[in-house]
């Protein structure tokens, strides 16, 4: 007995893997080239403190950059 299309299921289903495959590559590689830019109006601290209550910096990084950022800076 044949199978499906006479063997050329199997090509097919392999087709389709290969172009979802090619699609999440590229969607990844855009993702990765095009990093998420921080929100328009936001200034330094306001950034800062996001990072802090979402858990992407530490207690220590968070009060080493808040210190960093009290600091006035010389031209």
């Known amino acids: 007995m044949m199978d499906l299309y006479g063997g050329a299921g199997w090509m097919m289903i392999g ?3 290969f172009w979802l495959l090619v699609i999440g ?3 990844w ?3 990765w080239v095009f990093p ?3 929100r ?3 200034d330094p601290r ?3 403190d996001r990072r802090f209550a979402s858990g ?3 207690e220590a990084t968070y009060r080493a950059s808040v210190d960093v950022l009290n600091v006035p800076h010389r031209r």
């Open 15 to 17: 087709m389709a893997g």
């Open 25 to 27: 590559v590229l969607a």
């Open 29 to 31: 590689a855009i993702v």
């Open 36 to 38: 998420r830019q921080p």
């Open 40 to 42: 328009v109006g936001e």
């Open 46 to 48: 306001q950034i800062l």
């Open 56 to 58: 992407e910096i530490d």
